[in-house]
T-cell receptor, first 112, second 115 residues
Framework: NAGVTQTPKFRILKIGQSMTLQCAQDMNHNYMYWYRQDPGMGLKLIYYSVGAGITDKGEVPNGYNVSRSTTEDFPLRLELAAPSQTSVYFC???????????FGPGTRLTVT | GENVEQHPSTLSVQEGDSAVIKCTYSDSASNYFPWYKQELGKRPQLIIDIRSNVGEKKDQRIAVTLNKTAKHFSLHITETQPEDSAVYFCAAVNAGGTSYGKLTFGQGTILTVHP
């Protein structure tokens, strides 16, 4: 099993550009999450999904969108990138509540 | 919603000493408390967790204690080694509610173990 994978690993965006951060898991987990981690800070939940076709907002959803068309994939869309979105983004999944969340390797995003 | 406070924010110990990190939570309905370790530039990884029906859990040099009455839980690392140096996060969630596994994380503790 590859576990949770994320692409790209690094990305630099200009202000106003858009991009999609990809996340996939091969563990057949129903629950998936997107977090952001600012330098020296903890993890804040952006969006989560409890299954294909079901998503909901977390603590800091503004400026982001998600979709969940399959169990495996949970992409995060950034529209009109802003410097405040400079962060490390982690995707995670879990099989049920509450169990261990498995994290992907992260995407380091810089918006300049 | 749940609020988790974690202390201290930084902790420096000598190799072989013990380290203790404490967290308090606000929602008395929370019943699952994991601890994650994040090495520099790496992803968070679960190191130990405890459920509310247990007061203490141990795994080799790592232990977690839970006091439901006081709403706090602690991570204890004994015989610390330089490879224990990392950021440690506590978290809490109400497993039985509509939280859907959404963890509320503490702010993190930077642990440095000096050889």
């Amino acid at each position: 099993n590859a576990g949770v994978t994320q692409t790209p690993k690094f990305r630099i965006l200009k202000i106003g550009q858009s991009m999609t951060l990809q996340c996939a898991q091969d563990m057949n987990h129903n629950y998936m999450y997107w977090y952001r981690q600012d330098p020296g800070m903890g993890l804040k939940l952006i969006y989560y999904s409890v299954g294909a076709g079901i998503t909901d907002k977390g603590e800091v959803p503004n400026g982001y969108n998600v979709s969940r068309s399959t169990t495996e994939d949970f992409p995060l869309r950034l529209e009109l990138a802003a410097p405040s979105q400079t962060s490390v983004y982690f995707c995670a999944s879990s099989s049920d509540r509450p169990t261990q969340q498995y994290f992907g390797p992260g995407t380091r995003l810089t918006v300049t | 919603g749940e609020n988790v406070e974690q202390h201290p924010s930084t902790l420096s110990v000598q190799e072989g000493d013990s380290a203790v990190i404490k967290c308090t939570y606000s929602d008395s309905a929370s019943n699952y408390f994991p601890w994650y370790k994040q090495e520099l530039g790496k992803r968070p990884q679960l190191i130990i967790d405890i459920r509310s029906n247990v007061g203490e859990k141990k795994d080799q040099r790592i232990a977690v204690t839970l006091n439901k009455t006081a709403k706090h839980f602690s991570l204890h690392i004994t015989e610390t080694q330089p490879e224990d140096s990392a950021v440690y996060f506590c978290a809490a969630v109400n497993a039985g509610g509509t939280s859907y596994g959404k963890l509320t994380f503490g702010q993190g503790t930077i642990l440095t173990v000096h050889p």
